[in-house]
């Protein structure tokens, strides 16, 4: 039986500028199910960053909540921690409920501010005393493959795969029931890429934590990782999906552009003939109107135009936002 850990219902978070709104995440609802590895993936700019910061309620100006709720799961009931403040829910699930591995995560740690600080300060925002979480950290180091001498060292001296890794044993920590990484792999090369995976799915095993949101640009990090997938496409989900069923059969026209884009068995066969989708995601102060993707999709028709398409379950567990697929057109 699938349970969720977080609900999203219906959220939408808007940057207000002046006069003017970003509406980088714009009427976006799923669930997050207990023990499952869910991929969000989308271009740059589609929103998944925000999204990744309305997960975790971490909103400051000029990111609002529009609209919408979020909702955590906590004992046998739901606790909606979209009315909670900002503050409130840092100091009741950041760290022990849900942990964020930020897009900066490069940045996450001052070069100059010795990692074992982090680490005292985590025991002293949660009331726990310093010597049990250090202790704590010298093995989570050595499971995450750091010498724990690493401690007493500052994060400039570490190397970008080493920093990465200090980063998931800190935000793992506490155990929090859900993770979520934003890009963690992005800045790194193919060999740390594939140690950082390796530990991700290594915490998850061993039930260090329950959940995880990867959030990536590049759908091929996904493939040997995610159970179900979650396709945003200019601040909207356009396809939710288990992995298998989406790559055998991706439904909604963006979902199987960029898969054709970065799909390919063989690396090298993907470096001569990529299938890239025309064009760029579009701005979204001012985002196209009907279905957003209409300016770069080929099957593009007058209704795509005119009307915005809602995500409609078409299969089981299988959602798509196009209109392709709703009676009305077919
Ligand atoms: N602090 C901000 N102020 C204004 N606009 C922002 C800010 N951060 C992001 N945006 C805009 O919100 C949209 C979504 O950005 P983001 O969530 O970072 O997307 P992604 O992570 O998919 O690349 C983009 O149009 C981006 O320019
Ligand atoms: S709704 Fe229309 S424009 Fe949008 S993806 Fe489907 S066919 Fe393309
Ligand atoms: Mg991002």
């Known amino acids: 039986m699938v349970e969720p850990l977080l609900k999203v219902e219906g959220v939408r978070a808007y940057y207000k500028l002046g006069r003017v709104f970003v509406r980088a995440v714009d009427g976006v609802s799923f669930e997050v199910n207990e023990g499952e590895v869910l991929g969000v993936v989308g271009e740059s700019g589609c929103g998944k960053s925000t999204l990744s910061n309305v997960l975790m309620m ?19 009931g739901f606790l ?14 950041w760290g022990k409920e849900m942990a964020v591995i930020p897009q900066s995560a ?18 002293e925002s949660h009331n726990i005393p310093k ?3 250090l202790e704590k950290i010298r093995i989570r180091f050595q499971e ?9 060292r500052y994060p400039f001296e570490f190397s970008g795969g080493m920093r990465q890794r200090a980063v998931i044993a800190i935000a793992t920590l506490l155990n929090p029931q859900l993770l979520i ?33 990867f959030i990536t640009h590049d759908i091929a990090t996904l493939r040997q990782m995610a159970d179900r997938m979650v396709v945003m496409y200019a601040g909207k989900v356009v396809e939710v999906s288990p992995l298998e069923e989406m790559l055998r059969k991706p439904l909604h026209p963006y979902t199987k552009g960029l898969l054709d884009s ?23 102060i001012d985002p196209p ?42």
């Open 181 to 213: 990484a934003d890009e963690p792999t992005s800045a790194l090369d193919v060999v740390n890429q594939k140690i950082f995976l390796k530990v991700l799915m290594q915490m998850k095993k061993r039930g260090i934590v329950k959940s995880i949101v």
């Open 58 to 76: 971490n909103l400051r100006k000029p990111l609002v909540l529009v609209e919408g709720r979020v909702l955590f799961k906590m004992g046998n």
């Open 262 to 284: 970065v799909l390919t068995p063989e690396p090298e066969v993907k470096d001569r003939g990529i299938t890239t989708i025309p064009g760029a995601p579009p701005n979204l």
């Open 131 to 133: 010597e049990e979480i």
């Open 106 to 123: 490069m940045n996450a740690l001052m070069p100059t501010i010795k990692v074992r600080k982090y680490v005292e300060h985590l025991a």
């Open 144 to 152: 995450v493959g750091l010498d724990p001498v690493w401690l007493e």
């Open 80 to 93: 909606e921690i979209s009315s909670l403040g900002r503050e409130e829910v840092k100091k009741r699930l």
């Open 289 to 330: 109107t009907g279905c957003r993707f209409h300016p770069r999709c080929t099957y593009a028709m007058k209704v795509c135009r005119e009307k915005e398409p809602a995500l409609v379950e078409v299969e089981k567990g299988r959602k798509v936002a196009c209109f392709l697929f709703t009676e009305e057109i077919a």
